[in-house]
């Protein structure tokens, strides 16, 4: 329903551009998202690109830049804020360096259990003004986010729930989410996504902290570890939309309202996307001998117990970081994720 009434603003959009007859020079935004052009990420970012142009008439041009061809992901944050790019389409999370309240932009850990909820707190919760506040000392604005689904964990032993994280040495990313999972007693090694393959074989982990379900089976974590979670609870990373302040007031509003409209598209064609490619690989999985989990709420509710230790950790170092945590539980004691 939401992606058909998008469709038909954007035609309404495009319709009322054209009937205007505007003459305005041309806008092109410089753009650079960390995802390859050919992943799913890509393909919607590309229908962005595409949109934006035909709902203008031409006049608003994106220029994006694919698999951070022009500046590493980390520092493409700042390459707009220098004016080499006019936006980031990255991961806020890459800015923890400057202030770890940028963690909570992109990923609770242990928070939402869909992505529907985590785009109700952007949308509706307060979460698009909690990130501008923080976004706009840098001259930045926060359009919006992206973001498939939970990811799920590998394993080449059973993960039926917290129990057995006890000493599971596992590939993890650095920062909050090694601390949740060993607080719980599970063994996180830090190494590159591009080492865990190689890891799994040679049986230096147990398992993996990769990417959702569709895509662990792509990368082949399952054609090794024969254990994995479903639905996720742990992870889901989102990617935002920001630019450069000064760039995004210099457009017009039926310019801004286009990319707004564009970008709605974009987040719920990853959400159905992926909804679609974990429920194929879900199917596939029972042939491959792998055994799907699915964690009991009494296991999730003691992750997300864990995982709020932490928030007040990471997010109690500055004022910013308070105020996003704040954010995220309030939100989700509105919608019943939390009970007290």
Known sequence: ????????????????????????????????????????????????????????????????????????????????VNSILDCDMTNGSYQSG????????????????????????????????????LYAPYNMTFI??????????????????VSDLENWKFRAPPGMASDIFASLGAKPI??????VITALESGIIDGADASTLGNNLRIGTYDIGKHTNFPGFHS??????????DVWEGLSKQHQTIIETAYQNVAMDLILQTLV?????????????VTTYNWSSEDRAKFRAAAREQWDVYGGETKEGKAMVESHVSFMKRIGLIQD
């Not at 490619?277 to 001998?289: C, F, I, R």
């Open 144 to 161: 919006g986010a992206h973001v498939g689904g939970q990811e799920s964990l590998t394993s080449t032993r059973p993960l039926a729930g």
């Open 236 to 245: 889901m990373a989102s990617d935002h939309l920001a630019c450069r302040t």
């Open 277 to 289: 490619d974990n429920g194929e690989a879900l199917a596939k999985l029972p042939s491959m001998g």
């Open 1 to 80: 329903m939401l992606k058909a009434t998008i469709k038909i603003m954007a035609a309404s959009i495009t319709a009322s551009a054209l009937l205007a007859g505007t003459a305005s020079a041309q806008t092109t935004l410089r753009i650079q998202t960390h995802q390859g052009q050919s992943s799913s990420y890509g393909a919607a970012i590309q229908e962005f690109v595409d949109s934006v142009g035909v709902m203008s008439g031409g006049d608003l041009q994106i220029e994006m830049y694919y698999s951070s061809s022009v500046v590493p992901s980390a520092e493409t944050f700042d390459a707009a």
């Open 190 to 195: 830090v190494m590159d996504f591009s080492e």
């Open 98 to 133: 400057k202030n770890k309240a940028f963690q909570f932009v992109a990923d609770t850990m242990g928070g939402y259990d869909t992505p529907l909820q985590y785009q109700a707190w952007v949308e509706m919760g307060g979460g698009r003004e909690a990130v501008n506040e």
